[in-house]
Nanobody
Framework: VQLQASGGGLVQAGGSLRLSCAAS????????MGWFRQAPGKEREFVVC????????YYADSVKGRFTISRDNAKNTVYLQMNSLKPEDTAVYYC??????????????????WGKGTLVTVSS
């Protein structure tokens, strides 16, 4: 599975962005998908995960109520709708895939596949 993230950009605090992660490969629907992010000078951290069929989602506390993940298995794409953005959301966002769901930054080393990342910058 190859992952290509897009949709990053510059937005003012309080604004919205939607990230997309397009996957190649016929087995996309087998994988839990999600996003990690890495801010300058910080470690990569877990943001959100969605199970293979979209039946369950897991969010980091820092984004609950503001971010929404969804997927379209027919289009091999996962989406991250980010609302009420804050300057502390500024980071490179990486999509990731694993056969099993993941719930925290502790799963970082376990991911089967990574996208290259897309930069989100939130100005104050």
């Amino acid at each position: 599975v190859q992952l290509q993230a897009s949709g990053g950009g510059l937005v003012q605090a309080g604004g919205s962005l939607r990230l997309s992660c397009a996957a190649s490969g016929r087995t996309f629907s087998n994988y839990a998908m999600g996003w990690f992010r890495q801010a300058p000078g910080k470690e990569r951290e877990f943001v959100v995960c969605i199970t293979w069929n979209g039946g369950s989602t897991y969010y980091a506390d820092s984004v609950k109520g503001r971010f929404t993940i969804s997927r379209d298995n027919a289009k091999n794409t996962v989406y991250l709708q980010m609302n009420s953005l804050k300057p502390e959301d500024t980071a490179v966002y990486y999509c990731a895939a694993d056969l099993r769901p993941f719930y925290s930054s502790n799963y970082y080393g376990r991911m089967d596949y990574w996208g290259k990342g897309t930069l989100v910058t939130v100005s104050s």
